[in-house]
């Protein structure tokens, strides 16, 4: 798919102008709009989501900034996992919620706790992730969709832990699907992207938001998504492979106190991972006994991983999520989200296992030895707030 480097289009014409402007013939007028690699991207993702039609954005975040400003109005009410990415937390709870739209954050796993939220008050939007951003919480998709509609909510998922290659989803009935493109897509941490996908009418109001809102993508970011797209398959099946031998052995180790990986029979949703995903994914989360002190010396002893924010890259990446993914949530709303103070993230890599392994090997030594860190410690890898 060439780079259309260009934000206009000419017509042959006035009326082609108007009509393609106003979606009354196939076009393309002014890149904020529309663009043909964005447009090949869109359609690209649409497909492996198995939805009729896709849009594509400049980030996740403008993706899912896009969807909710697409189905709410001032006084209406969501009902959203309390498991969630911190940025849509606070998207939720604080841009959303000053322009009068109300979020009621709810434990996902618990569907008696769902369904009373949403039969609390008129819900236009139950919004789930697939698999949890940090705590890897896995929510039953179907279940959940199936109580979504039966009290009139739209059903949108953010499917970015896992993406199309290990659920689908739409195949479970919800109604929009958001990626980061960003994120396992893309696959090489160079370049931002968001996505959308579902029937063609929701779609179509999204992209009306977006039009007028403009976090549109740049066609070499769209390119760059495209070009992660052929490998998505392989990429997938060596960090599911990798993430749950990683943290099988991690599991088994003295001073790890937790390891949340779905395709561990210990993760609590495992028959729901089983069941709604092709594998277990590249990502867990983990706590060490010697709480954030520990987490600290293991993260700093670490050679092979990068210490940064981000997630689904071919390289390792090791996080502190209460400093860098959730750092904008106040301690009651980390909390509420599960997040404990020294829970450590991971989002495995392409690199040889036996390596990983030894490295995590010798910072859990790190760790050891420093036990007794001060549980008031603020800064896992200040470096890592990007
Ligand atoms: C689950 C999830 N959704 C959405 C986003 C936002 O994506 P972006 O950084 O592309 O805006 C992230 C980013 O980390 C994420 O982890």
Not at 43 to 51: D, I, P, R
Not at 365 to 382: H, K, L, M, N, P
Request: with cysteine.
């Amino acid at each position: 798919m060439p780079i259309y480097q260009s934000v206009t289009f000419s017509s042959d014409d006035a009326d082609e102008l108007a009509d393609v402007l106003n979606d009354r013939r196939p076009g393309y007028a002014y890149s904020r709009i529309d663009n043909p690699t964005s447009a090949a991207l869109a359609s690209a993702v649409a497909e492996l989501e198995g939805a009729e039609a896709g849009f594509a954005f400049a980030t996740g975040m403008a993706a899912i900034h896009a969807t909710l400003v697409s189905l709410v109005s001032a006084g209406d009410h969501i009902v959203a996992t309390q498991a969630i990415y911190g940025s849509t937390r606070t998207l939720l709870s604080r841009v959303l919620n000053r322009l009068g739209v109300r979020t009621t954050f709810v434990d996902a796993s618990d569907h008696d706790a769902v369904e009373r939220a949403l039969s609390a008050a008129p819900t236009r939007v139950l919004y789930l992730e697939t698999v949890s951003n940090p705590t890897i919480v896995v929510s039953d998709v179907a279940a959940l969709a199936e109580l979504g509609h039966r009290h009139g909510a739209t059903v949108v998922v953010d499917n970015t832990f896992v993406s199309p290659y290990l659920c689908r989803p739409l195949e479970l009935e919800a109604d929009l699907v958001i990626e980061s493109g960003t994120k396992y897509l893309a696959g090489h941490s160079d370049v931002l992207a968001g996505l959308v996908s579902g029937d063609r009418e929701r779609v179509a109001a999204v992209r009306a938001v977006q039009t007028d809102t403009g976090g549109s993508i740049a066609p070499l970011a769209a390119f760059l998504v495209l070009r992660g797209l052929p490998t998505l398959a392989l990429r997938m099946e060596r960090h599911s492979a990798t993430a749950a031998a990683l943290a099988g052995w991690l599991e088994r180790q003295p001073g790890v106190a937790r390891v949340f990986q779905p395709a561990l029979p210990s993760h609590p949703q495992y028959e729901i991972a089983r069941r709604q995903l092709a594998s277990g994914g590249g990502m867990f989360a983990f706590e060490l006994s010697g709480g954030r002190g520990a987490g600290r010396a293991f993260i700093d002893a670490l050679t092979i991983p990068e210490r940064t924010a981000s997630l689904g890259s071919i390289f390792t990446i090791v996080s502190h999520p209460g400093s860098t993914s959730h750092r904008q949530l106040s301690d009651s709303e980390l909390a509420d989200a599960g997040v404990a103070p020294g829970l450590l993230r991971c989002s495995t890599g392409l690199e040889d296992l036996e390596d990983l392994r030894a490295d995590f090997e010798q910072a859990l030594g790190a760790a050891e030895f420093s036990a007794g860190g001060r549980a008031d410690e603020v800064a896992i890898g200040a470096a890592a707030r990007t």
